[in-house]
């Protein structure tokens, strides 16, 4: 009888033991979800960081690349574990432009990277605030300062062709220069002004006769220039008005020293479009550059651009 007693008293301590057991565990799982949503996550912050930062000055119509990174960074010393959030959200502003996107998610688990496109609208002191939020930690807002300019544009041409054979010898000049910039939006839109020069000596294949222009061809008109902003640089067209060729005449010297003059046109036109070859859809830097071209049948020149601020 007494071990029977003996036996009931130790399943009652057990079966105790076991409740007790129980109902802390159960106190300690109904505490935590309170636990964690009252949670600050010490020791954590949003961290934003621009790669390759802001340019000083940007123009109306530019398409500016701005690359961040987001990550959950330790503020220091023995932070807490990392929270548990699935992901965070991004926002970007803009005062004298728009930004596209302009809000995104990124990853709390090893950070996110993210590019946001920057299209200024109107010049003006300009800072873009990009903001970065994560779950109940506190957002991180950081200010990209620029300057938005009506940038203008110069642009200069020079080129040469030079012939020379056993009986004649060329030479052809061109120069020309101008100015563009934003005509709205993106397009770009100018103009300028180009003069030309001609000259050259022949000779007939015996020697008897040597010859010349009387006086170097010469004449000037306009051209405009067309094109439009892309990302990273502008992309130039030139077309080129017609110029009116002088009437010219040249002059021969016989082995007698006997000089004659004929006329050698009467005037004529002159298209540059047809001597010139690689002035459609050049591509520059934002900064400007060079773009070689061809001109005529053996010549070449280059095309410049240079963005000057306002």
């Known amino acids: 009888m007494s071990e029977e007693r003996t036996t009931i008293q130790k399943g009652y301590r057990v079966l105790v033991r076991g409740l007790l057991i129980m109902g802390i565990a159960t106190t300690f799982m109904a505490a935590a979800p309170e636990q964690a949503a009252a949670q600050s996550f010490p020791g954590w912050q949003v961290f934003i960081h621009v790669l390759g930062g802001m340019p000083a000055t940007v123009c109306v119509g530019d398409k500016v690349p701005i690359h961040v990174f987001v990550s959950l960074q330790p503020t220091g010393g023995k ?12 926002s970007a502003r803009a005062s004298h432009g728009t930004l596209a996107p302009a809000s995104g998610t990124w990853s709390i688990v090893g950070g996110s990277g993210l590019r946001f496109t920057y299209s200024p609208t ?118 080129f008005s017609n110029s009116q ?13 006997k000089e004659s003059q004929e006329p050698m046109w009467s005037g004529s036109e002159y298209d540059p479009n047809k001597d010139f070859s690689g002035t459609q859809n050049m591509l520059f830097s934002g900064q400007g550059g060079e773009w070689p071209v061809k001109f005529g049948s053996n010549g070449s020149g280059a095309v410049y651009v240079i963005r000057r601020d306002q």
Do not use: M, R
Request: aromatic fraction near 8%; proline fraction near 5%.
């Open 245 to 257: 060729i002088p009437a010219t005449e040249y002059k021969c010297i016989d082995k007698e020293g």
């Open 79 to 90: 932070p807490t574990a990392p929270p548990l959030i699935p992901g965070g959200t991004i």
């Open 122 to 239: 109107s010049d003006g002191a300009e800072s873009i605030s990009i903001t970065a939020n994560a779950g109940s930690l506190t957002g991180t807002t950081i200010a990209l300062p620029t300057k938005v300019s009506k940038c203008e544009y110069e642009i200069g041409l020079s080129a040469l062709q030079e012939t020379k054979a056993d009986v004649w010898w060329w030479i052809a000049t061109f120069e020309g220069s101008g100015t563009f910039g934003t005509s709205g939006g993106s397009n770009l839109a100018g103009e300028g002004t180009y003069s030309y020069h001609v000259d050259g000596l022949w000779k007939s294949k015996d020697d008897t006769l040597h010859c010349g222009l009387v006086n170097p061809i010469e004449g000037s008109s306009s051209f405009d220039v067309s094109g439009s902003k892309i990302s990273g640089g502008v992309l130039v067209s030139i077309n």
